[in-house]
C-alpha cells in the first residue's frame, strides 16, 4: 500500500505545495520547523483542509482530486488522526473517548468498549480507563489519543507532534511507546514533528519542510 501525496493546500494567505510518497511498514517523518506547513499539510491528507491543487491518493483510492473536484470527507477516509491538541472529549471518559470513532461509525457500545478497552490496557492504561482527560497526566492523554486513533484499524496513521506537550520525563517513556505502536502498525505511518532527534529515532525517512515546500527526502 502507497499514500501518494501531490498537492497545494492554501490558508489564509499561506501557501504549502508538497509531493511525497509514503510505503505501508514504513514511518515517514515530516519535519520543519514551526510555521512550515507541517500542520496544514496534515489537516489536508487528514480530510479537514481540501487541496486547491493536486491528488492524494492512497493505494487505488483517490481521497482528493481537485482537478475534478473529487474531496472524500474526514469519516470516509482510513485515517487515524493523532491531533497535537489530543482534542479529547472532556466529558466523556478514557474508555469512551476510545471508543468513539467506532460509534460514530455505527459499531455497538457492547462491542466498541471492549475493542476501546484492550487498546487501553496494552497502552498501560487499564487502571485510568474510566478517567476523564482533565484527571489524566501529560503522558496519559497522549496514550488515550493514540489509542483512539489506532482503535479503528485504519489504513494511514498520522500522528501530528505527538510529543511536543510532554515534559523531557513523560516524553521519553510515550516516545518508547509511540516507537513499539509504530512498529507493529502495518499501514502507512507518518509523524510530524519540528524535533530532528524524535524524528531520527522514529522514523525511517524524512521528508524536510521547509517555507511552504518540500526541500529534501531521504
Known amino acids: 500500500m502507497t499514500l501518494a501525496v501531490d498537492v497545494t493546500a492554501t490558508r489564509g494567505v499561506f501557501e504549502v505545495r508538497a509531493a511525497f510518497e509514503a510505503e505501508a511498514g514504513q514511518t515517514i517523518a515530516l519535519l520543519g520547523p514551526n510555521g512550515s506547513g507541517k500542520s496544514t499539510l496534515v489537516s489536508t491528507i487528514a ?39 489530543l482534542l479529547l472529549f472532556p466529558h466523556l471518559s478514557a474508555t469512551e473517548n476510545v471508543a468513539f470513532p467506532l460509534r460514530a461509525r455505527g ?4 462491542e466498541a468498549r471492549p475493542r476501546a478497552a484492550e487498546l487501553l ?17 501529560g503522558g496519559e492523554g497522549q496514550r488515550v489519543a493514540l ?3 489506532l482503535v479503528v484499524e485504519p489504513e494511514l ?7 511536543s506537550a510532554l515534559d523531557v520525563g513523560a516524553r521519553v517513556r510515550v516516545r518508547e511507546l509511540i516507537r513499539d505502536e509504530l512498529a507493529s502498525f502495518p499501514g502507512v505511518r507518518i509523524i510530524v514533528t519540528h524535533d530532528p532527534v524524535e524524528a531520527s529515532i522514529l522514523a525511517d525517512r524524512l521528508v524536510l519542510l521547509e517555507d511552504g515546500h518540500v526541500s529534501q527526502t531521504g
Do not use: M, W, Y
Not at 54 to 72: S, V
Not at 107 to 110: A, K, L
Open 47 to 85: 480530510g479537514l483542509l481540501p487541496p486547491t491543487e493536486g491528488r492524494i491518493a492512497l493505494e487505488d483510492r483517490i481521497l482528493d482530486d481537485a482537478e475534478n473536484d473529487l474531496h472524500l470527507p474526514p469519516e470516509r477516509r482510513p485515517i487515524g488522526v493523532f491531533f497535537q491538541d
Open 107 to 110: 459499531v455497538p457500545r457492547p
Open 121 to 137: 490496557e496494552r497502552l498501560g492504561l487499564v487502571k485510568r480507563a474510566g478517567a476523564r482527560p482533565r484527571e489524566l497526566s
Open 147 to 149: 489509542a483512539r486513533a
Open 157 to 163: 496513521l498520522l500522528l501530528d507532534e505527538p510529543l
